[in-house]
């Protein structure tokens, strides 16, 4: 069964420095897996996704993850983090089988500081 | 586009009240879903959608209904709610695994 973990509940960064949201995945076949940002009573936004292709993915706001299959990792970093880049982030595997379904981590909240 | 909306933002009900929630898409995406999100729970799913007049069970199920009556629109239905359904729920449309999600909306159950 596909599962996801994000290993940090919150994490604080100050402004300049860089980003690492860390998130864990179990699956039993190669996953789709996602990175969806929420800002503060705001909707879920997609950062980025990868399917297979190329095993660093790059996003919007200069998000990146790379995926490593030997650590079934899928981490999230930015080099410079942006006042505007505090909000909840969610590691996402498509769980597959019933079309679309989706398996939300807890979400990690990042602070930045000025 | 005005991509995924929800109707009503917020909502305050007492317990056994019903209501329902409205969520419409017009990106012409087959799969519709709905998710309640929980503080430190990450998003669950409701009940979900393959395709008009066709709805299927997902996570947390119990105390809530559903109908995809039209193609665009996805209603959620509470038959008489309870505090634990005080939540934020979420709806999202696909086409394939890649979801677009509608702002929430703040339901309180008192």
């Known amino acids: 069964a596909q599962s996801v973990t994000q290993l940090d509940s919150h994490v604080s960064v100050s402004e300049g420095t860089p980003v690492l949201l860390r998130c864990n995945y179990s699956s039993s076949y190669s996953p789709s897996l996602f990175w969806y940002v929420q800002h503060p009573n705001k909707g879920l936004q997609l950062l980025l996704k990868y399917t297979s292709a190329a095993t660093l993915v790059k996003g919007i706001n200069g998000f990146e993850a790379e995926f490593k299959k030997s650590e079934t990792s899928f981490h999230l970093t930015k080099p410079s983090a942006h006042m505007s880049d505090a909000a909840e982030y969610f590691c996402v595997v498509y769980k597959g089988g019933s079309q679309g379904n989706l398996i939300f981590g807890k979400g990690t909240k990042l602070s930045v500081k000025p | 586009n005005a991509g995924v909306t929800q109707t009503p933002k917020f909502r305050v009900l007492k317990t056994g009240q019903s209501m329902t929630l409205l969520c419409a898409q017009d990106m012409n995406h087959e799969y519709m879903y709905w998710y309640r999100q929980d503080p430190g729970m990450g998003l669950r799913l409701i009940h979900y959608?393959?395709?008009?007049?066709?709805?299927a069970k997902g996570e947390v199920p119990d105390g809530y209904n559903v109908s995809r009556l039209k193609k665009q629109n996805f209603l959620l239905g509470l038959e008489s709610a309870a505090p634990s359904q005080t939540s934020v729920y979420f709806c999202?449309?696909?086409?394939?695994?890649?979801?677009?999600f509608g702002p929430g909306t703040r339901l309180t159950v008192l």
């Open positions: 999202a449309s696909s086409l394939i695994n890649e979801q677009f």
């Open positions: 959608s393959v395709g008009e007049g066709t709805t």
